[in-house]
């Protein structure tokens, strides 16, 4: 079975030299350093990789569903769940924002500058208080005039530190029983707002090179015309691009899990044990194979709902299994090529032992595995 | 300027290449196919003399089976204007000296001032199209080139090519054949508008009767293919170091007759 054309073969060949000749020898530097470099953002747009499907006349790539699935796959090839990360949030869970419900105005004067990697996005959705629950949004935007004044916080921001561009969901109005999914809005705001603050950069467990941090915002006064679509219909349009964000999770982690195993299983012919390798122990044969068999799994529950969602269907439920399967299924294979690497395998110079810490997020960000089965339960027992 | 890139897609360097049943071909089945390294260096400094030009074409050029086709898409991706295709069953078994024949059938036609290629194929590593192109062709060639400078008028190039500690420097008349060495330049990497505008550019099939070829014989012919024999097994020699260092001189002596 093939999903992808040979047009698409072409950018994955693409995508893979710029990963491995530009990205990989620095993974190790910018893990330690807590941050990546501004220059990857403008080579990447240089080379087309960002706003791969954005129609042309605002720079974009005019390709389609699949060819960002392919960048994605392959960022997350690099061992550096950061810079998947990074890349994820910028190309399929911010921009799409201002993509798919910005006005005209706001598309040409923003989205050129997004697909160059001149502005670096960011979403800004979850605070202190709430996460999955979007309905408790508790950042108000008030109209005054011809602007909306903005006062609250966010939390867990990824971009946070370094992005240009952020979209914000906030309340217009006050959430009232029953109505509480109403009454949000996104807005386009620049970090140069005044009232825009960084309150902090948050020190992570995993994906370490990536910033996250929180925000805050005092009577920061944003122009109307940055309401993205409709007012008072934002927290729809935040579950819309919530199941860009988990396919695009779902291909991260099944990326990084088959580049774990082929790593362990290039570790496990090296190392040697009782006289030869271990490759040839039969226990650690058929774990590896079991492993393969859930990437597997994984990889086509992921494929066939890349193949519904880009053709335009429905796909909320079979988007939320792929979530939850690839999320447990990339830290048991985090958890088991640990294992096989033994000592090594908890030591920070072997790459197995970031990937463990970069693959626990996948069961929380973008929505914790407890939500996915959820949307799960209410999708085959209404 | 018009330019001429010859190009040839090859396995994958990662390729575990196998014997196939037939003992005198490899087994194709699972292989990734690329553009052979040296000649991306080719198609790179074709696309930079073009654009430091501001002017110019440059066509690619392969001959090979349908699935060679991937290879010129390539080259188009990369920003070669157009390509051709020379696809014939009659040439399967092209030997380098009928490569270099049809090719210079091709360029004959296209009249290019500059013929570049990678300086061989990284699958049979002849190494030989290049040179024999240009000597059917009657035009001067260059071989592992490491950087070129043409003229403004395009009447010559000047060539460096890699010799051992240095480079010889030579300058050639116009139309040449180029082989280019690693080195020369650092290749691009298609971008998603130059693959996405790749569709539209035209690739032009040829057959062997299109180019005027009648008898093709091949010089050269395969006999047989052999696989490496296995490597044997290396020897630990146990013991006490002094000891040891006694015993593998001696068998680097006696038994290798390495020393």
């Given at each position: 079975m093939k999903i992808f054309n040979e047009q698409h073969q072409m950018f994955r060949a693409t995508v893979r030299s710029f990963v491995e000749k530009e990205i990989m020898p620095h993974v190790e530097e910018w893990e330690t350093a807590g941050q990546m470099p501004r220059w990857i953002w403008p080579r990447m747009g240089e080379l087309g990789l960002l706003g791969v499907e954005y129609d042309e006349k605002y720079g974009g790539g005019g390709s389609d569903f699949l060819t960002s699935a392919i960048l994605h796959e392959e960022c997350a090839r690099s061992r550096s769940g950061s810079f998947a990360m990074a890349v994820g949030v910028h190309c399929d869970m911010a921009s799409p924002h201002l993509y798919w419900t910005g006005s005209e105005a706001l598309k040409e004067k923003y989205l050129p500058a997004m697909c160059r990697g001149e502005a670096l996005t960011a979403i800004a959705v979850t605070e202190p208080g709430g996460g999955s629950d979007v309905a408790a949004i508790r950042t108000r935007a008030v109209r005054d005039g011809d602007h909306y004044v903005i006062n609250g916080s966010k939390m867990f921001i990824t971009n946070g530190a370094t992005a240009d561009v952020f979209f914000l969901a906030a309340r217009v109005e006050a959430g009232s029983e029953g109505k509480r999914h109403q009454g949000i809005s996104v807005f386009l705001v620049e970090r140069t707002t005044p009232g825009f603050t960084v309150s902090r950069t948050l020190d992570k467990m995993g994906m370490r090179a990536s910033d996250t941090a929180e925000l805050s915002f005092q009577d920061m006064r944003v122009p109307v015309e940055n309401l993205l679509g409709r007012e008072g219909v934002g927290f729809y349009e935040v579950m819309r691009v919530f199941q860009r964000e988990r396919l695009v999770a779902g291909l991260h982690a099944v990326a990084m899990a088959d580049r774990a195993v082929a790593d362990t299983i290039a570790y496990v012919r090296e190392r040697q044990a009782f006289g030869g390798p271990l490759s040839d122990k039969q226990v650690i044969r058929h774990k590896l194979a079991d492993l393969a068999t859930q990437i597997e799994a994984g990889r086509w529950l992921t494929y066939a709902a890349c193949a519904k969602f880009a053709a335009g269907e429905d796909c909320v439920r079979e988007i939320s299994m792929v979530k939850l399967f690839t999320a447990e299924m990339v830290n048991r294979v985090a958890y088991d090529c640990v294992q096989l690497h033994?000592?090594?395998?908890?030591?920070?110079?072997?790459?197995v032992e970031r990937f463990a810490r970069d693959a626990r997020l996948m069961t929380i960000g973008g929505g914790t595995s407890e939500i996915m089965r959820d949307i799960i339960a209410k999708a085959i027992l209404p | 300027m018009k330019i001429l890139v010859a190009v040839k897609q090859v396995p994958d360097t990662a390729t575990q290449v196998k014997i196939s049943s037939d003992p005198k071909a490899i087994d194709t089945a699972g292989i990734t196919w690329i553009v052979s390294p040296y000649d991306e260096f080719a198609i790179e400094e074709a696309l930079r003399i073009k654009e430091k030009r501001g002017q110019g074409e440059v066509v690619a050029v392969t001959l090979g089976p349908d699935r060679a086709k991937e290879t010129l898409r390539s080259a188009l991706a990369m920003g070669c204007d157009r390509a051709i295709h020379v696809n014939d069953p009659a040439l399967a078994n092209a030997d380098t000296m009928t490569t270099a024949r049809a090719l210079a059938a091709v360029v004959k036609q296209e009249a290019p001032q500059l013929v570049l290629c990678g300086r061989q194929a990284i699958d049979d590593d002849a190494g030989a199209v290049g040179a024999q192109l240009a000597e059917v062709l009657g035009w001067p060639c260059a071989s592992w080139i490491m950087e070129e400078t043409i003229d403004a008028d395009a009447k010559t190039v000047r060539v460096g090519r890699q010799v051992e500690g240095g480079l010889e420097v030579f300058d050639i008349p116009l139309p040449a054949v180029l082989s280019a060495q690693k080195g020369l330049n650092e290749p691009r990497y298609p971008t998603l508008k130059g693959i996405m505008g790749a569709k539209k550019k035209e690739i032009k099939d040829v057959k062997a009767s299109d180019l005027g070829l009648s008898s093709i014989t091949p010089e050269l012919s395969i006999t047989a293919l052999e696989a490496l024999p296995a490597r044997p097994p290396g020897r630990i020699i146990p013991g006490d170091v002094k000891d040891a260092v006694k015993e593998l001189v001696r068998s680097l002596r006696e038994d290798a007759k390495a020393i």
């Open positions: 033994g000592g090594y395998g908890y030591m920070r110079e072997y790459a | -």
